[in-house]
């Protein structure tokens, strides 16, 4: 008996096996929310460009293990549905929605804060926009934990996704948290709202 091939093939089926689990209750989860926006599974690949996105997403599931980002994934494909940019605005949503690929849980708190506070590049300057920035990064060490020098380095780690610009303008070069969300990361944003407005 060859017991290297045999070594092998049971490697093979354990990961086989812990890949299938690993990504069965993704997809479960992503059916689950869509019913709950009025979608079938069906709807979720009714066209190429839907199909498209849809192997997007599941490529970005490969790569989370958190309850959080399925959700944000799978409210973003959904919402991209919804508003008609899935079939009007194809490559956008595309963009948008990869750049969640490999985000973590932790990079998504930091997003989702940056929105909520309205960081972006293109925000209004004559609002306070400075409180607003304030704001973030007070919540981030309130809530998340993280503090100034440590979010500071994340969220420029985070201009890899182009969801995060590297500069703002009115700042000077070198000061810290300088970063905001980019217009690809409201549209992004704009998806997922919407998706989580169908279920409220």
């Known amino acids: 008996m060859d017991y290297i091939s045999v070594g092998a093939k049971m490697v093979s089926i354990l990961l086989k096996g812990a890949y299938s689990k690993h990504m069965e209750w993704k997809f479960e989860r992503l059916e689950e929310r869509a019913r709950q926006g009025g979608m079938s599974t069906e709807d979720l690949i009714a066209s190429d460009n839907r199909f498209a996105v849809f192997m997007r997403v599941a490529r970005a599931f490969e790569h989370c293990s958190n309850t959080e980002v399925v959700d944000y994934l799978a409210d973003a494909m959904i919402g991209s ?3 008609g940019d899935m079939e009007e605005k194809p490559d956008l949503v595309q963009m948008a929605i990869g750049a969640l690929s490999g ?8 997003l989702a804060t940056m929105h909520r ?21 007070k919540e981030c ?5 993280i ?11 985070l201009v890899r996704t182009s969801l995060v610009t590297n500069e703002t303008p009115g700042l000077s070069d070198g000061v810290q948290h300088s970063n905001s969300l980019s217009p690809l990361a ?13 279920t409220e």
């Open 141 to 145: 060490e309130d809530t998340l934990g």
């Open 81 to 83: 549905i919804k508003s």
């Open 186 to 198: 409201r549209e992004l944003f704009s998806y997922i709202n919407l998706a989580r407005r169908l």
């Open 147 to 157: 503090g100034s020098t440590m979010l500071s380095a994340i969220a420029n780690g």
């Open 103 to 110: 985000v973590t849980k932790t990079e998504l708190d930091i």
């Open 117 to 137: 506070h309205q960081v972006y590049v293109d925000a209004d300057f004559l609002q306070d926009n400075e409180s607003n920035r304030e704001a973030f990064v």
